[in-house]
Nanobody
Framework: QVQLVESGGGLVQAGGSLRLSCVGA??????MAWFRQAPGKEREFVAA????????NYAYSVKGRFTISRDNAENTMYLQMNSLKPEDTAVYYC?????????????????WGQGTQVTVSS
């Protein structure tokens, strides 16, 4: 079991920025990813990054606005979110992969954080 702790969520106006952090102990050689879940909706993929940080994968809805990165020395992954929109409002979760690398599927990830709330006001 790997413990993941997210932080950095909050309330921001549309057009603003936030940076989420995910600190995790253990398997840093795995793909890591961000997912989000809006009220009344299923959890959806946001972005993934390989262990070296050289390869990334983004959902179409956030491409060009969000940037995923990681610092393995600090065992931390980040999600820089710019040009935020009200539809980005959700609980954001980080996860460590255990299956196919760079996947956008929930079932390819085995360890999850507790989530951090991001609210974007219009």
């Amino acid at each position: 079991q790997v413990q993941l702790v997210e932080s950095g969520g909050g309330l921001v106006q549309a057009g603003g920025s936030l940076r989420l952090s995910c600190v995790g102990a253990g398997r840093t050689f795995s793909t890591m990813a961000w997912f989000r879940q809006a009220p009344g909706k299923e959890r959806e993929f946001v972005a993934a990054i390989n262990w070296s940080g050289s390869n990334t994968n983004y959902a179409y809805s956030v491409k060009g606005r969000f940037t995923i990165s990681r610092d393995n020395a600090e065992n931390t992954m980040y999600l820089q979110m710019n040009s935020l929109k009200p539809e980005d409002t959700a609980v954001y979760y980080c996860a460590i992969g255990s299956g196919a690398p760079m996947s956008d599927r929930e079932n390819e990830y085995s360890d999850w954080g507790q989530g951090t709330q991001v609210t974007v006001s219009s």
